[in-house]
T-cell receptor
Framework: EPEVTQTPSHQVTQMGQEVILRCVPI?????FYWYRQILGQKVEFLVS????????KSEIFDDQFSVERPDGSNFTLKIRSTKLEDSAMYFC????????????FGPGTRLTVL | AQSVTQPDIHITVSEGASLELRCNYS??????LFWYVQSPGQGLQLLLK??????LVQGIKGFEAEFKRSQSSFNLRKPSVHWSDAAEYFC??????????????FGQGTILTVHP
């Protein structure tokens, strides 16, 4: 069964460093998402991406964050200058043909900022 | 703005007992509702979803949920819990149409512990 994959599973970085989290969505899916879950808190929406552009973003998704789909298969989230409060589990999700389709989630990348 | 409330942070049941996890939502139009389950170290797995039609929805692993518009609720149920059901359960409401592209808003989650 197709699944969303994410790498790395765990990333440790120093405050101020740039990180790139990678996701491979399910092939042929058209809608892509990033969510994050700070330990002990809700899963929060960060951004949605469709037709090679951001379609919606949350207040969390400020200028430090960016997304791209560089090669038609990978979907990346870049944090330009990490802060301590960026420490969280980051989930990628994809949906097939419509924004109302089921979103399939990857296993997540745990980001730890020291 | 859409929101989801899961009133129970932690629920403990005995194996074989029935289960009901509560979820209340707030959304201005007809909601799209989901239940996801997360086992330790795993991603979010879809249990079931409600888009329209029959308000009683069947999902995987013997779970079901009932959409009650009058109560703004979408409670998850299972008649007989198995030890493998121990996990964290998330209710979510989806938005679509207009300026929205499927953003999901999640509840706080309910941790289910199953005693043998």
């Amino acid at each position: 069964e197709p699944e969303v994959t994410q790498t790395p599973s765990h990333q440790v970085t120093q405050m101020g460093q740039e990180v790139i989290l990678r996701c491979v969505p399910i092939s042929n899916h058209l809608y892509f998402y990033w969510y994050r879950q700070i330990l002990g808190q809700k899963v929060e929406f960060l951004v949605s991406f469709y037709n090679n552009e951001i379609s919606e973003k949350s207040e969390i998704f400020d200028d430090q964050f960016s997304v791209e789909r560089p090669d038609g298969s990978n979907f990346t989230l870049k944090i330009r200058s990490t802060k301590l409060e960026d420490s969280a589990m980051y989930f990628c999700a994809s949906a097939a043909f419509a924004s109302t389709d089921t979103q399939y989630f990857g296993p997540g990348t745990r980001l730890t900022v020291l | 703005a859409q929101s989801v409330t899961q009133p129970d942070i932690h629920i403990t049941v005995s194996e074989g007992a029935s289960l009901e996890l509560r979820c209340n939502y707030s959304y201005g139009a007809t909601p799209y509702l989901f239940w996801y389950v997360q086992s330790p170290g795993q991603g979010l797995q879809l249990l079931l979803k409600y888009f329209s039609g029959d308000t009683l929805v069947q999902g995987i692993k013997g779970f079901e949920a009932e959409f009650k518009r009058s109560q703004s609720s979408f409670n998850l149920r299972k008649p007989s819990v198995h030890w493998s059901d121990a996990a964290e359960y998330f209710c979510a409401v989806g938005a679509a149409g207009g300026t929205s592209y499927g953003k999901l808003t999640f509840g706080q989650g309910t941790i289910l512990t199953v005693h043998p």
